[in-house]
């Protein structure tokens, strides 16, 4: 149908480069680029989180291999084999960590990367470092596997089919961008859309991995299809409690009330970040901000974020301000 059409000429579109110049002008996407730089660079929370995207993983390759692969996820050479034999692998190592925030192909091809790109990497480097770690683990888990399928092949036959498999693993459970890994409504150069997919790469890879497990298992109705959203279902729900878990570690420190100690701080902040994480309606862009206001809380959108922290800071310097003074805080 025509929807079928539009997303193909989308995409042809944007992998030959038409839509380029349309995404890099406007003073919208300019400021969602580098909004988006500030939040994730340096940032503790992104950190804690980025590994635990291995377990989302366990949809289309065994558990089994995955607890193999993360015990040798320190071991020498992983990250140097994934990069070799799968090139998504090493296409993410030149920053393309999310949407808008990379390198652009004249920094990669002649290394004469400006002030603002090499601030960036440095901000980004503890997180690049903890997503290199889990794609070598993958890398381990993915020959591990072969290993297994393939015990007659010679190592380097094994190492090949392994690179294939992890782009293949890539493609369906793990946020990379690349024209290949967008969803359609990301491949928009609208300022006001690229403002809602903002920090959406990670729920959308989510939401379509249960939603085409889900649909093949109502169409096809048999045993093994059943059977795959079973898995796909279980692991999303293990996926979103450990990071939860884990992203609550920096919420709970980032909580100021005096009057609670660090483990209520936790339980709220894990409560808090789990029920976030479970309610699919969060993965869809547009929804989620109409589902926040119906439960009375501020739209989470880029452009509103940047009015709300500012409003904070200048309520927390007042504050600061009548406590040196001796008077009662606002």
Known sequence: GVHAKGYFE????QLNGVNDRGERI????WLTSHAKAASVGANLRVVLQQPW???RAAAIIKPTYLLEGAGKVF???NRAMAKEYSPIALWKSWGYYDISIGKDMRSLLFNDSNID??????????AAFADELTWGALF???????KDIHPNWNEEQQKAAAGRRLSEIVDLT???DSPFHKSQLMRSSDGLVRMQTSFMAEPT???NLLRTSLAKAIEKKDKASVKQFARTAVTWLVSATVTAAFAAIADAGRDDDDAKNLLEKYGEALSANLIDNVNLFNSIPFVKDILSLMQGFEPSRLDMQAADKLINVGKVWLKQLNAEKGEKPY
């Open 10 to 13: 989308t995409f042809i579109k």
């Open 53 to 55: 995207a291995y377990i």
């Open 140 to 146: 381990r888990a993915c020959l591990a596997e072969q």
């Open 26 to 29: 406007g003073i919208a996407n």
């Open 117 to 126: 790109e090499r601030m960036r990497e440095w901000s980004m480097a503890p």
């Open 75 to 77: 071991a020498k050479g």
């Open 174 to 176: 793990q946020v990379v």
């Open 205 to 207: 890879k989510t939401y």
